[in-house]
């Protein structure tokens, strides 16, 4: 939508980190019931994860990307490197529903704990590099247009 394009790039990453804590409070959840083995609580709180988790980079895509885009001359590298992970991250998420459709516990538990072990080191990475105060600065002249 391109009323997210005035967004002032410090309140892009407020938003982002914002989800980026809900994201690491639901993996802490799911990391408790992993050892707990209740199957079927994993499988919801899972579900919940995913669908919340898919929304997010889907919210990258539409607020993040554009700033990130013009920002700075690292731009269309940021951009690119966004695009294959979450096209990767995309894949992992199909491949863990295949896996609970067949009932393949096991192989689910483990891919999902791959899942979360990579996905803390990506928001690691994602929040010193597209994320970061020194990229995602505001321009003072254009916040001011903006915020008349
Ligand atoms: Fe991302
Ligand atoms: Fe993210």
Known sequence: MEVFRSLAPSIVRQIVLEEHAQIRAKMSNLEMLLASKNEEMIVKF?????????????????????????????GDVRVSRMNKEHQEQRKLLTDMELLLTQNNFAEFNQKLRDFLSDLKIDMEQEEADCLNPDVLKDDPITVGTYTG
Do not use: G, M, N, T
């Open 46 to 74: 899972s579900r919940e994860l995913f669908y919340y988790f898919i929304k997010h980079i889907e919210h990258e895509e539409q607020i993040l990307r554009p700033v990130l885009k013009d920002i700075d001359s690292w």
